[in-house]
DNA sequence: GCCGTTTTCGGCCCGACTGTTTTCAGTCG
Protein backbone atom coordinates (compact mmCIF):
# COMPACT_ATOMS: atom_id res chain seq x y z
CA UNK A 1 0.00 0.00 0.00
CA UNK A 2 1.30 3.21 -0.27
CA UNK A 3 2.89 4.76 2.47
CA UNK A 4 0.45 7.99 3.06
CA UNK A 5 -2.69 5.21 2.98
CA UNK A 6 -0.75 3.64 6.54
CA UNK A 7 -0.93 7.42 7.64
CA UNK A 8 -4.42 8.02 6.70
CA UNK A 9 -5.69 4.82 8.19
CA UNK A 10 -3.99 5.64 11.04
CA UNK A 11 -5.52 9.07 11.42
CA UNK A 12 -8.88 7.24 11.03
CA UNK A 13 -8.03 4.87 14.17
CA UNK A 14 -6.98 7.85 16.08
CA UNK A 15 -10.77 9.08 15.91
CA UNK A 16 -11.85 5.61 16.72
CA UNK A 17 -9.64 5.75 19.68
CA UNK A 18 -10.58 8.96 20.75
CA UNK A 19 -13.93 8.71 20.04
CA UNK A 20 -14.29 4.96 22.45
CA UNK A 21 -12.88 6.97 25.11
CA UNK A 22 -15.69 9.66 24.84
CA UNK A 23 -17.85 7.20 24.67
CA UNK A 24 -19.39 7.37 21.54
CA UNK A 25 -21.55 4.90 19.96
CA UNK A 26 -19.85 1.82 19.83
CA UNK A 27 -20.94 1.37 16.22
CA UNK A 28 -19.70 4.60 15.08
CA UNK A 29 -16.28 3.81 16.65
CA UNK A 30 -16.28 0.88 14.35
CA UNK A 31 -17.11 2.89 10.74
CA UNK A 32 -14.41 4.55 11.54
CA UNK A 33 -11.85 0.99 12.34
CA UNK A 34 -13.50 -0.27 9.64
CA UNK A 35 -12.49 2.33 7.07
CA UNK A 36 -9.36 2.30 8.72
CA UNK A 37 -8.91 -1.31 7.90
CA UNK A 38 -10.08 -0.57 4.24
CA UNK A 39 -7.96 2.55 3.31
CA UNK A 40 -4.82 0.00 4.83
CA UNK A 41 -5.95 -2.65 2.30
CA UNK A 42 -6.46 -0.46 -0.83
CA UNK A 43 -4.61 -0.90 -3.57
CA UNK A 44 -5.20 2.52 -4.95
CA UNK A 45 -3.44 5.63 -3.30
CA UNK A 46 -5.89 8.21 -1.44
CA UNK A 47 -3.74 10.82 -1.55
CA UNK A 48 -3.29 10.84 -5.30
CA UNK A 49 -7.16 10.01 -5.59
CA UNK A 50 -7.80 13.19 -3.48
CA UNK A 51 -5.00 15.45 -5.61
CA UNK A 52 -7.01 14.13 -8.65
CA UNK A 53 -10.68 15.06 -6.05
CA UNK A 54 -11.88 11.04 -6.44
CA UNK A 55 -13.27 10.04 -3.09
CA UNK A 56 -13.68 6.78 -1.65
CA UNK A 57 -17.43 7.08 -0.97
CA UNK A 58 -19.14 3.86 -2.28
CA UNK A 59 -16.41 1.54 -1.30
CA UNK A 60 -18.10 -0.59 1.11
CA UNK A 61 -18.55 1.01 5.05
CA UNK A 62 -17.59 4.05 3.67
CA UNK A 63 -20.43 7.14 2.75
CA UNK A 64 -20.83 10.42 2.20
CA UNK A 65 -19.00 11.80 5.42
CA UNK A 66 -16.43 9.50 5.99
CA UNK A 67 -15.14 9.78 2.06
CA UNK A 68 -15.25 13.52 3.01
CA UNK A 69 -13.26 12.78 5.92
CA UNK A 70 -10.50 10.39 4.31
CA UNK A 71 -10.05 12.76 1.61
CA UNK A 72 -9.66 15.81 3.21
CA UNK A 73 -7.01 13.81 5.95
CA UNK A 74 -4.75 12.09 2.70
CA UNK A 75 -5.05 15.95 1.95
CA UNK A 76 -3.81 17.93 4.89
CA UNK A 77 -2.82 14.98 7.49
CA UNK A 78 -6.23 15.73 9.46
CA UNK A 79 -9.69 16.76 9.48
CA UNK A 80 -12.32 18.65 11.67
CA UNK A 81 -13.35 16.45 13.70
CA UNK A 82 -10.11 14.97 14.68
CA UNK A 83 -8.50 18.24 15.09
CA UNK A 84 -11.38 18.64 17.77
CA UNK A 85 -10.82 15.40 19.72
CA UNK A 86 -7.50 16.23 19.76
CA UNK A 87 -8.07 19.19 21.76
CA UNK A 88 -10.45 17.92 23.64
CA UNK A 89 -8.29 14.94 25.28
CA UNK A 90 -4.68 14.54 25.98
CA UNK A 91 -1.95 13.82 23.10
CA UNK A 92 -0.63 10.58 24.62
CA UNK A 93 -4.13 8.89 25.99
CA UNK A 94 -4.66 6.90 22.59
CA UNK A 95 -1.37 5.26 23.64
CA UNK A 96 -2.53 3.16 26.42
CA UNK A 97 -5.33 1.73 24.69
CA UNK A 98 -2.45 -0.51 23.32
CA UNK A 99 -1.78 -1.61 26.92
CA UNK A 100 -3.25 -5.46 27.84
CA UNK A 101 -5.96 -4.69 30.51
CA UNK A 102 -6.81 -0.86 29.69
CA UNK A 103 -9.36 -0.47 27.86
CA UNK A 104 -11.83 2.77 26.82
CA UNK A 105 -13.45 2.97 30.29
CA UNK A 106 -10.29 2.44 32.36
CA UNK A 107 -8.42 5.06 30.30
CA UNK A 108 -10.98 7.51 31.18
CA UNK A 109 -11.39 7.27 34.45
CA UNK A 110 -7.69 6.91 34.70
CA UNK A 111 -7.46 10.28 33.18
CA UNK A 112 -10.58 11.96 34.88
CA UNK A 113 -10.14 10.99 38.54
CA UNK A 114 -5.98 11.08 38.54
CA UNK A 115 -5.35 13.39 35.87
CA UNK A 116 -3.11 10.44 34.71
CA UNK A 117 -2.43 10.86 30.29
CA UNK A 118 0.61 8.70 29.50
CA UNK A 119 1.71 5.08 30.09
CA UNK A 120 4.86 6.38 32.31
CA UNK A 121 2.29 8.22 34.96
CA UNK A 122 -0.03 5.49 34.75
CA UNK A 123 2.83 3.43 35.71
CA UNK A 124 3.43 5.62 38.68
CA UNK A 125 -0.17 5.61 39.88
CA UNK A 126 0.17 2.50 39.71
CA UNK A 127 3.66 1.66 41.88
CA UNK A 128 2.14 4.58 44.03
CA UNK A 129 -0.96 3.02 45.09
CA UNK A 130 -3.39 5.46 43.71
CA UNK A 131 -5.04 3.34 41.30
CA UNK A 132 -6.75 0.80 43.70
CA UNK A 133 -8.86 3.65 45.30
CA UNK A 134 -10.78 4.08 42.23
CA UNK A 135 -13.90 3.29 41.82
CA UNK A 136 -14.34 -0.37 40.01
CA UNK A 137 -10.53 -0.82 40.47
CA UNK A 138 -8.88 -2.78 42.98
CA UNK A 139 -5.69 -4.24 44.23
CA UNK A 140 -5.22 -7.05 41.35
CA UNK A 141 -6.36 -4.47 38.53
CA UNK A 142 -3.97 -2.26 39.57
CA UNK A 143 -1.15 -4.77 39.47
CA UNK A 144 -2.37 -6.50 36.36
CA UNK A 145 -1.61 -2.70 34.98
CA UNK A 146 1.71 -1.90 36.43
CA UNK A 147 2.83 -5.34 34.99
CA UNK A 148 1.16 -4.96 31.48
CA UNK A 149 2.87 -1.23 31.59
CA UNK A 150 5.83 -2.71 32.30
CA UNK A 151 5.98 -4.68 29.44
CA UNK A 152 4.53 -2.45 27.13
CA UNK A 153 7.19 -0.03 28.01
CA UNK A 154 9.93 -2.68 27.40
CA UNK A 155 10.03 -3.50 24.19
CA UNK A 156 8.09 -3.99 20.88
CA UNK A 157 5.10 -6.58 20.70
CA UNK A 158 4.75 -8.62 17.38
CA UNK A 159 7.31 -10.97 16.84
CA UNK A 160 8.04 -12.24 13.25
CA UNK A 161 6.55 -15.06 11.69
CA UNK A 162 9.45 -17.80 11.71
CA UNK A 163 10.13 -16.78 15.13
CA UNK A 164 6.50 -17.33 16.09
CA UNK A 165 6.50 -20.42 14.28
CA UNK A 166 9.73 -21.99 16.53
CA UNK A 167 7.67 -21.17 19.63
CA UNK A 168 4.49 -22.70 18.71
CA UNK A 169 5.95 -25.92 17.17
CA UNK A 170 7.73 -25.99 20.97
CA UNK A 171 4.03 -26.01 22.27
CA UNK A 172 2.54 -28.17 19.87
CA UNK A 173 5.33 -30.94 21.18
CA UNK A 174 5.15 -29.99 24.81
CA UNK A 175 1.37 -30.52 24.59
CA UNK A 176 0.96 -33.52 22.25
CA UNK A 177 1.51 -36.19 25.11
CA UNK A 178 -1.43 -34.86 26.87
CA UNK A 179 -3.93 -37.63 27.38
CA UNK A 180 -7.57 -37.81 25.65
CA UNK A 181 -5.95 -34.50 23.61
CA UNK A 182 -7.96 -35.06 20.21
CA UNK A 183 -6.79 -32.37 17.79
CA UNK A 184 -4.23 -29.45 18.04
CA UNK A 185 -3.72 -26.63 16.07
CA UNK A 186 -2.07 -23.25 15.95
CA UNK A 187 -4.60 -20.77 15.25
CA UNK A 188 -5.02 -17.35 15.00
CA UNK A 189 -2.48 -14.85 12.69
CA UNK A 190 -0.24 -17.62 12.64
CA UNK A 191 -2.16 -19.24 10.86
CA UNK A 192 -3.23 -17.24 8.50
CA UNK A 193 0.20 -16.74 7.82
CA UNK A 194 0.78 -12.80 8.82
CA UNK A 195 4.27 -11.57 8.67
CA UNK A 196 4.00 -10.87 12.40
CA UNK A 197 2.41 -13.13 15.14
CA UNK A 198 1.12 -10.25 18.44
CA UNK A 199 0.67 -13.61 20.07
CA UNK A 200 -0.28 -17.35 19.34
CA UNK A 201 -3.42 -19.02 19.53
CA UNK A 202 -3.33 -22.65 20.85
CA UNK A 203 -6.87 -24.90 19.94
CA UNK A 204 -7.18 -28.12 21.43
CA UNK A 205 -10.06 -30.76 21.56
CA UNK A 206 -10.12 -33.71 23.68
CA UNK A 207 -12.30 -35.33 26.68
CA UNK A 208 -9.99 -33.67 29.31
CA UNK A 209 -9.65 -29.61 29.54
CA UNK A 210 -8.23 -29.58 32.48
CA UNK A 211 -5.27 -32.20 31.54
CA UNK A 212 -4.47 -29.93 28.90
CA UNK A 213 -4.40 -26.32 30.72
CA UNK A 214 -2.63 -28.10 33.30
CA UNK A 215 0.21 -29.21 30.85
CA UNK A 216 0.41 -25.67 29.11
CA UNK A 217 0.92 -23.76 31.90
CA UNK A 218 3.82 -25.76 32.89
CA UNK A 219 5.58 -25.37 29.85
CA UNK A 220 9.12 -24.91 30.16
CA UNK A 221 9.28 -21.20 28.74
CA UNK A 222 5.95 -19.67 31.15
CA UNK A 223 6.95 -16.90 32.43
CA UNK A 224 3.73 -15.50 33.68
CA UNK A 225 0.30 -17.60 34.31
CA UNK A 226 -2.23 -14.44 33.06
CA UNK A 227 -5.57 -16.26 33.64
CA UNK A 228 -6.32 -19.89 33.71
CA UNK A 229 -10.26 -21.39 33.83
CA UNK A 230 -11.29 -24.97 32.82
CA UNK A 231 -11.28 -25.00 29.18
CA UNK A 232 -9.27 -21.53 28.51
CA UNK A 233 -5.94 -20.14 29.91
CA UNK A 234 -3.24 -17.33 28.98
CA UNK A 235 0.40 -17.04 29.57
CA UNK A 236 3.45 -15.10 28.68
CA UNK A 237 6.39 -16.63 27.58
CA UNK A 238 9.24 -15.34 28.69
CA UNK A 239 10.37 -13.54 25.40
CA UNK A 240 6.97 -12.01 26.41
CA UNK A 241 5.48 -13.60 23.55
CA UNK A 242 1.33 -13.98 25.37
CA UNK A 243 0.00 -17.43 24.33
CA UNK A 244 -3.90 -18.06 24.45
CA UNK A 245 -5.37 -21.58 24.83
CA UNK A 246 -8.66 -23.41 24.51
CA UNK A 247 -10.24 -26.35 24.63
CA UNK A 248 -13.21 -27.19 23.12
CA UNK A 249 -15.17 -30.32 22.86
CA UNK A 250 -14.29 -32.46 19.39
CA UNK A 251 -17.56 -31.70 17.52
CA UNK A 252 -16.84 -28.47 18.03
CA UNK A 253 -13.31 -28.52 16.33
CA UNK A 254 -13.94 -26.73 13.08
CA UNK A 255 -16.48 -24.07 14.51
CA UNK A 256 -13.23 -23.35 17.34
CA UNK A 257 -10.81 -23.22 14.48
CA UNK A 258 -12.74 -20.83 12.22
CA UNK A 259 -13.24 -18.69 15.24
CA UNK A 260 -9.60 -18.46 16.51
CA UNK A 261 -8.32 -18.56 13.31
CA UNK A 262 -9.97 -14.91 12.49
CA UNK A 263 -9.11 -12.83 11.47
CA UNK A 264 -11.60 -10.68 12.96
CA UNK A 265 -13.07 -8.81 10.96
CA UNK A 266 -13.63 -12.24 8.86
CA UNK A 267 -15.85 -13.70 11.65
CA UNK A 268 -17.77 -10.69 11.64
CA UNK A 269 -18.31 -10.90 8.26
CA UNK A 270 -19.30 -14.71 7.91
CA UNK A 271 -21.36 -14.03 11.63
CA UNK A 272 -23.23 -11.60 9.91
CA UNK A 273 -23.69 -13.17 6.87
CA UNK A 274 -25.23 -16.38 9.41
CA UNK A 275 -27.99 -14.14 11.05
CA UNK A 276 -29.23 -13.19 7.47
CA UNK A 277 -30.01 -17.02 7.56
CA UNK A 278 -31.62 -17.20 10.40
CA UNK A 279 -28.34 -19.04 12.28
CA UNK A 280 -25.76 -18.56 15.04
CA UNK A 281 -21.99 -18.96 14.79
CA UNK A 282 -20.13 -19.10 17.87
CA UNK A 283 -16.90 -21.27 19.00
CA UNK A 284 -19.10 -23.95 19.66
CA UNK A 285 -21.20 -24.32 16.23
CA UNK A 286 -23.78 -22.78 13.97
CA UNK A 287 -27.06 -23.09 15.56
CA UNK A 288 -31.00 -22.93 14.35
CA UNK A 289 -32.21 -21.53 17.07
CA UNK A 290 -31.03 -23.99 19.57
CA UNK A 291 -29.87 -26.76 17.61
CA UNK A 292 -26.54 -27.46 16.32
CA UNK A 293 -26.60 -28.21 12.10
CA UNK A 294 -22.67 -27.54 11.88
CA UNK A 295 -18.96 -27.11 13.67
CA UNK A 296 -17.54 -29.92 13.81
CA UNK A 297 -15.36 -29.17 10.81
CA UNK A 298 -14.32 -26.04 9.66
CA UNK A 299 -16.41 -26.78 5.95
CA UNK A 300 -19.08 -27.50 7.91
CA UNK A 301 -18.97 -24.19 9.07
CA UNK A 302 -18.42 -22.53 5.88
CA UNK A 303 -21.19 -24.75 3.90
CA UNK A 304 -24.04 -23.77 6.63
CA UNK A 305 -23.46 -20.38 5.27
CA UNK A 306 -23.85 -21.84 1.72
CA UNK A 307 -20.49 -21.13 0.96
CA UNK A 308 -16.89 -23.12 0.21
CA UNK A 309 -14.32 -23.69 2.94
CA UNK A 310 -11.86 -20.44 2.38
CA UNK A 311 -8.48 -20.81 2.86
CA UNK A 312 -7.21 -19.28 6.33
CA UNK A 313 -4.73 -16.47 4.29
CA UNK A 314 -7.46 -15.21 3.17
CA UNK A 315 -9.28 -14.64 5.98
CA UNK A 316 -9.20 -10.89 6.40
CA UNK A 317 -12.57 -9.50 5.04
CA UNK A 318 -11.01 -8.45 2.29
CA UNK A 319 -13.56 -9.43 -0.59
CA UNK A 320 -13.03 -13.47 -0.13
CA UNK A 321 -16.74 -14.10 1.23
CA UNK A 322 -18.03 -12.31 -1.67
CA UNK A 323 -15.25 -14.25 -3.62
CA UNK A 324 -16.61 -17.20 -2.12
CA UNK A 325 -20.19 -17.02 -2.84
CA UNK A 326 -19.48 -16.41 -6.78
CA UNK A 327 -17.41 -19.22 -6.88
CA UNK A 328 -14.30 -17.31 -7.70
CA UNK A 329 -11.68 -17.88 -4.69
CA UNK A 330 -8.49 -18.54 -6.10
CA UNK A 331 -6.41 -21.81 -6.02
CA UNK A 332 -4.00 -20.80 -3.96
CA UNK A 333 -0.49 -21.34 -4.98
CA UNK A 334 1.43 -24.03 -2.77
CA UNK A 335 5.04 -24.43 -1.58
CA UNK A 336 5.13 -27.76 -3.85
CA UNK A 337 4.43 -25.73 -6.92
CA UNK A 338 7.63 -23.85 -6.86
CA UNK A 339 10.23 -25.40 -9.00
CA UNK A 340 13.17 -22.58 -8.99
CA UNK A 341 14.69 -19.64 -6.46
CA UNK A 342 15.54 -16.84 -8.80
CA UNK A 343 17.96 -14.94 -5.73
CA UNK A 344 20.69 -16.75 -4.16
CA UNK A 345 23.99 -15.64 -2.76
CA UNK A 346 27.17 -18.06 -2.31
CA UNK A 347 30.04 -17.63 -0.35
CA UNK A 348 31.87 -15.42 -3.33
CA UNK A 349 29.92 -12.61 -1.69
CA UNK A 350 28.13 -12.51 1.41
CA UNK A 351 26.56 -15.76 1.25
CA UNK A 352 27.80 -18.64 3.72
CA UNK A 353 28.33 -21.23 1.73
CA UNK A 354 29.44 -22.42 -1.50
CA UNK A 355 27.97 -22.65 -5.11
CA UNK A 356 27.79 -26.36 -4.99
CA UNK A 357 26.15 -26.36 -1.48
CA UNK A 358 23.58 -24.19 -2.70
CA UNK A 359 22.70 -25.98 -4.83
CA UNK A 360 22.82 -29.24 -3.47
CA UNK A 361 20.73 -27.72 -0.99
CA UNK A 362 18.07 -26.06 -3.32
CA UNK A 363 17.58 -29.76 -4.71
CA UNK A 364 17.12 -30.81 -1.61
CA UNK A 365 14.00 -28.23 -1.22
CA UNK A 366 12.67 -30.12 -4.62
CA UNK A 367 13.49 -27.63 -6.94
CA UNK A 368 14.86 -27.77 -10.18
CA UNK A 369 16.81 -24.79 -10.88
CA UNK A 370 18.11 -21.78 -8.88
CA UNK A 371 20.05 -18.42 -10.06
CA UNK A 372 22.81 -17.32 -8.31
CA UNK A 373 22.08 -13.39 -7.86
CA UNK A 374 25.43 -11.94 -5.88
CA UNK A 375 25.42 -8.92 -5.12
CA UNK A 376 27.31 -6.12 -7.60
CA UNK A 377 30.22 -4.09 -6.53
CA UNK A 378 28.58 -0.78 -4.83
CA UNK A 379 28.05 -3.47 -2.37
CA UNK A 380 31.80 -3.39 -1.30
CA UNK A 381 30.61 -4.84 2.39
CA UNK A 382 29.37 -7.82 0.46
CA UNK A 383 32.25 -7.69 -1.62
CA UNK A 384 30.08 -7.30 -4.79
CA UNK A 385 31.06 -8.55 -8.08
CA UNK A 386 32.62 -6.46 -10.67
CA UNK A 387 32.43 -8.16 -14.13
CA UNK A 388 35.60 -9.72 -13.85
CA UNK A 389 34.35 -11.60 -10.86
CA UNK A 390 30.82 -11.67 -12.17
CA UNK A 391 32.76 -13.38 -15.28
CA UNK A 392 34.66 -16.15 -13.16
CA UNK A 393 31.37 -16.89 -11.19
CA UNK A 394 29.98 -18.06 -14.50
CA UNK A 395 32.81 -20.11 -15.18
CA UNK A 396 32.22 -21.86 -12.34
CA UNK A 397 28.45 -22.26 -12.85
CA UNK A 398 29.20 -23.41 -16.52
CA UNK A 399 31.10 -26.56 -14.78
CA UNK A 400 28.70 -27.32 -12.09
CA UNK A 401 26.05 -27.57 -15.28
CA UNK A 402 28.29 -29.52 -17.00
CA UNK A 403 27.83 -32.30 -14.29
CA UNK A 404 25.20 -33.29 -15.58
CA UNK A 405 21.11 -32.97 -16.35
CA UNK A 406 18.86 -32.64 -14.33
CA UNK A 407 19.12 -29.64 -11.64
CA UNK A 408 20.38 -25.88 -13.29
CA UNK A 409 22.06 -23.26 -11.92
CA UNK A 410 21.20 -20.10 -13.77
CA UNK A 411 24.04 -17.07 -13.96
CA UNK A 412 22.46 -13.83 -12.73
CA UNK A 413 22.94 -10.75 -10.46
CA UNK A 414 21.23 -8.53 -7.77
CA UNK A 415 22.43 -5.48 -9.25
CA UNK A 416 22.58 -2.29 -7.25
CA UNK A 417 19.86 0.47 -8.87
CA UNK A 418 22.13 3.58 -8.28
CA UNK A 419 20.57 7.20 -6.70
CA UNK A 420 20.19 8.18 -10.76
CA UNK A 421 18.17 4.92 -11.75
CA UNK A 422 21.03 3.62 -13.56
CA UNK A 423 22.92 -0.51 -13.06
CA UNK A 424 25.85 -0.66 -11.21
CA UNK A 425 27.26 -2.61 -14.03
CA UNK A 426 27.40 -1.78 -17.92
CA UNK A 427 25.28 -3.50 -19.99
CA UNK A 428 27.61 -5.56 -21.44
CA UNK A 429 28.51 -7.28 -18.03
CA UNK A 430 24.80 -8.10 -17.84
CA UNK A 431 23.71 -8.66 -21.04
CA UNK A 432 25.38 -12.70 -21.04
CA UNK A 433 23.83 -13.21 -18.11
CA UNK A 434 20.51 -15.94 -17.56
CA UNK A 435 18.99 -13.25 -15.39
CA UNK A 436 19.23 -9.70 -13.62
CA UNK A 437 17.46 -8.90 -10.31
CA UNK A 438 17.77 -5.22 -9.71
CA UNK A 439 17.70 -3.68 -5.99
CA UNK A 440 17.87 -0.38 -4.40
CA UNK A 441 20.35 -0.60 -1.70
CA UNK A 442 20.96 3.22 -0.77
CA UNK A 443 19.30 6.05 -0.39
CA UNK A 444 16.11 4.73 1.46
CA UNK A 445 15.34 8.43 2.06
CA UNK A 446 14.78 9.64 -1.45
CA UNK A 447 11.43 11.58 -1.36
CA UNK A 448 8.63 9.36 -2.99
CA UNK A 449 9.06 11.37 -6.19
CA UNK A 450 12.43 10.81 -7.00
CA UNK A 451 12.87 7.26 -5.62
CA UNK A 452 10.00 6.17 -7.78
CA UNK A 453 11.66 7.48 -10.58
CA UNK A 454 15.22 6.15 -10.08
CA UNK A 455 12.87 2.56 -9.90
CA UNK A 456 11.32 3.30 -13.31
CA UNK A 457 13.97 4.13 -14.49
CA UNK A 458 15.63 1.22 -13.91
CA UNK A 459 13.26 -1.13 -14.82
CA UNK A 460 13.51 0.75 -18.23
CA UNK A 461 16.52 -1.33 -18.49
CA UNK A 462 15.85 -4.13 -20.67
CA UNK A 463 18.56 -6.27 -18.92
CA UNK A 464 16.37 -5.84 -16.04
CA UNK A 465 13.73 -9.17 -15.55
CA UNK A 466 13.05 -8.98 -12.14
CA UNK A 467 12.91 -6.30 -9.20
CA UNK A 468 13.66 -7.65 -6.02
CA UNK A 469 12.60 -6.56 -2.51
CA UNK A 470 10.50 -3.50 -3.95
CA UNK A 471 10.23 -1.36 -0.91
CA UNK A 472 13.50 -2.35 0.69
CA UNK A 473 11.32 -2.55 4.56
CA UNK A 474 12.99 -4.95 6.94
CA UNK A 475 10.28 -5.89 9.18
CA UNK A 476 10.17 -3.99 12.89
CA UNK A 477 14.03 -2.56 11.92
CA UNK A 478 13.69 -0.82 8.89
CA UNK A 479 10.34 0.88 7.02
CA UNK A 480 9.01 0.70 3.86
CA UNK A 481 10.81 3.71 1.38
CA UNK A 482 8.56 5.83 0.06
CA UNK A 483 7.50 4.55 -3.53
CA UNK A 484 4.36 4.38 -5.69
CA UNK A 485 3.74 1.02 -6.11
CA UNK A 486 0.92 1.39 -8.82
CA UNK A 487 3.39 3.09 -10.88
CA UNK A 488 5.93 0.68 -10.69
CA UNK A 489 3.01 -2.39 -11.09
CA UNK A 490 2.43 -0.54 -14.30
CA UNK A 491 6.00 0.11 -15.50
CA UNK A 492 6.61 -3.84 -14.64
CA UNK A 493 3.87 -4.89 -16.83
CA UNK A 494 5.14 -2.34 -19.62
CA UNK A 495 8.60 -3.81 -19.30
CA UNK A 496 7.23 -7.35 -18.66
CA UNK A 497 9.21 -7.76 -15.56
CA UNK A 498 8.23 -9.91 -13.06
CA UNK A 499 8.36 -8.18 -9.39
CA UNK A 500 10.16 -9.96 -6.58
CA UNK A 501 8.01 -11.25 -3.13
CA UNK A 502 10.98 -11.46 -1.16
CA UNK A 503 10.62 -14.90 1.32
CA UNK A 504 13.48 -13.51 3.95
CA UNK A 505 11.85 -13.82 6.96
CA UNK A 506 12.54 -9.76 7.58
CA UNK A 507 11.68 -8.42 4.74
CA UNK A 508 8.31 -10.32 2.89
CA UNK A 509 8.63 -7.67 0.61
CA UNK A 510 5.97 -7.41 -1.79
CA UNK A 511 3.65 -7.13 1.23
CA UNK A 512 -0.32 -9.07 0.37
CA UNK A 513 -1.96 -6.15 -1.00
CA UNK A 514 1.11 -5.13 -3.69
CA UNK A 515 0.77 -9.32 -4.58
CA UNK A 516 -2.35 -8.88 -5.09
CA UNK A 517 -2.17 -5.34 -7.30
CA UNK A 518 0.82 -7.28 -9.62
CA UNK A 519 -1.64 -10.28 -9.75
CA UNK A 520 -5.15 -7.65 -11.18
CA UNK A 521 -2.26 -6.35 -13.41
CA UNK A 522 -0.66 -9.51 -15.05
CA UNK A 523 2.62 -8.80 -13.48
CA UNK A 524 4.11 -11.71 -12.50
CA UNK A 525 5.62 -12.32 -8.77
CA UNK A 526 8.91 -14.09 -8.10
CA UNK A 527 8.69 -15.81 -4.61
CA UNK A 528 12.66 -16.19 -3.66
CA UNK A 529 14.37 -17.36 -0.97
CA UNK A 530 17.43 -14.55 -1.04
CA UNK A 531 19.63 -17.21 0.63
CA UNK A 532 22.56 -16.37 2.57
CA UNK A 533 23.04 -20.10 3.39
CA UNK A 534 21.96 -23.78 2.36
CA UNK A 535 19.35 -23.88 5.34
CA UNK A 536 17.92 -20.94 3.77
CA UNK A 537 15.76 -22.00 1.37
CA UNK A 538 13.43 -22.87 4.05
CA UNK A 539 12.60 -19.06 4.00
CA UNK A 540 10.29 -20.23 0.96
CA UNK A 541 7.71 -21.25 3.05
CA UNK A 542 7.23 -17.95 4.39
CA UNK A 543 6.73 -16.27 1.31
CA UNK A 544 4.33 -18.86 -0.26
CA UNK A 545 2.61 -17.72 2.99
CA UNK A 546 2.60 -14.19 1.79
CA UNK A 547 1.72 -15.21 -1.38
CA UNK A 548 -1.27 -16.77 -0.50
CA UNK A 549 -2.39 -13.95 1.59
CA UNK A 550 -2.23 -11.71 -1.59
CA UNK A 551 -4.68 -14.06 -3.43
CA UNK A 552 -1.69 -15.74 -5.58
CA UNK A 553 -2.48 -19.11 -7.63
CA UNK A 554 0.54 -21.04 -9.22
CA UNK A 555 0.19 -19.38 -12.25
CA UNK A 556 0.74 -15.98 -11.00
CA UNK A 557 4.27 -16.91 -10.02
CA UNK A 558 7.19 -16.72 -12.14
CA UNK A 559 9.63 -19.45 -11.04
CA UNK A 560 6.52 -22.32 -10.55
CA UNK A 561 7.55 -22.63 -14.35
CA UNK A 562 9.32 -24.99 -15.77
CA UNK A 563 12.83 -24.02 -16.79
CA UNK A 564 12.15 -23.94 -20.65
CA UNK A 565 9.04 -21.47 -20.04
CA UNK A 566 11.06 -19.76 -17.66
CA UNK A 567 14.09 -18.91 -20.07
CA UNK A 568 10.82 -18.12 -22.91
CA UNK A 569 10.05 -15.23 -20.05
CA UNK A 570 13.58 -14.22 -19.13
CA UNK A 571 14.55 -13.35 -22.71
CA UNK A 572 15.36 -9.82 -23.77
CA UNK A 573 12.95 -8.85 -26.36
CA UNK A 574 15.32 -8.30 -29.39
CA UNK A 575 16.57 -5.01 -30.08
CA UNK A 576 14.16 -2.39 -32.03
CA UNK A 577 13.90 1.08 -33.43
CA UNK A 578 13.93 3.35 -30.22
CA UNK A 579 10.73 4.62 -29.07
CA UNK A 580 9.12 1.08 -29.48
CA UNK A 581 8.05 1.14 -26.08
CA UNK A 582 7.62 -2.83 -25.18
CA UNK A 583 10.48 -3.78 -26.33
CA UNK A 584 14.21 -3.45 -27.73
CA UNK A 585 16.73 -1.74 -25.25
CA UNK A 586 16.48 1.92 -24.40
CA UNK A 587 18.78 4.26 -25.48
CA UNK A 588 21.97 4.49 -23.22
C1' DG B 1 -21.25 6.23 10.76
C1' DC B 2 -23.22 2.77 7.52
C1' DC B 3 -26.92 0.38 5.47
C1' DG B 4 -31.55 -1.39 3.38
C1' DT B 5 -36.43 -6.79 -2.61
C1' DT B 6 -39.24 -7.11 4.43
C1' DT B 7 -36.58 -1.16 6.71
C1' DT B 8 -34.46 5.93 5.29
C1' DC B 9 -34.96 4.29 11.29
C1' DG B 10 -33.19 1.03 14.00
C1' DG B 11 -30.48 -2.19 13.74
C1' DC B 12 -25.24 -3.22 13.70
C1' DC B 13 -21.28 -10.72 16.26
C1' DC B 14 -20.48 -13.57 20.30
C1' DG B 15 -18.83 -15.73 24.62
C1' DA B 16 -15.11 -16.53 28.52
C1' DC B 17 -12.60 -14.80 32.22
C1' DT B 18 -11.31 -11.49 35.86
C1' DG B 19 -12.07 -8.62 39.49
C1' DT B 20 -14.94 -6.12 41.98
C1' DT B 21 -19.08 -7.00 42.67
C1' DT B 22 -23.69 -8.85 45.54
C1' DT B 23 -25.59 -9.23 39.82
C1' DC B 24 -22.18 -7.24 36.56
C1' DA B 25 -18.83 -4.14 33.97
C1' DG B 26 -14.72 -4.19 31.52
C1' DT B 27 -11.64 -6.33 28.57
C1' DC B 28 -10.19 -9.56 25.29
C1' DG B 29 -10.05 -12.36 21.34
Known sequence: ???????????????????????????????????????????????????????????????????????????????????????????????????????????????????????????RAARDGRIRGLHGFGEKTERGIESALAVHLGKERRLALAIAAEYAESLVRHLEGVRGLDHLVVAGSFRRMRETVGDLDVLATGTSGAAVVERFVNHPEVAEVLSRGTTRAGVRLRGGLQVDLRVVPSESFGAALAYFTGSKAHNIALRRLAQERGLKINEYGVFRGGKRIAGDTE?????????????????????????????????????????????????????RDSLEAMAVAAQAQGLAYIAITEHSRRQAMAHGLDPARLAQQGTAIDRLNARGPGFRVLKGIEVDILEDGSLDLPDSALAGLDVVVAAVHSQFGLARARQTERILRALDNANVRVLAHPTGRLIGEREPYDVDMPAIVRKARERRVAIELNAHPERLDLIDTHCRLCKDAGVPVAVDSDAHGASDFAFLRYGIGQARRGWLNRDDVLNTRTLPALRAFLERPAATSPGNRTSGKRRA
Open 1 to 123: MPVANLAIAAALEEIADRLEIQDANPFRVRAYRNAARTVQSLGRDVQAMAARGETLEGTPGIGADLAQKIAEIATRGSCPMLDRLRGEMPAAITELLQVPGLGPRRVRALWHELDVETPEQVL
Open 299 to 351: ESVYRAVGLPWIPPELREDRGELDAARAGTLPRLIELGDLRGDLHVHTDATDG
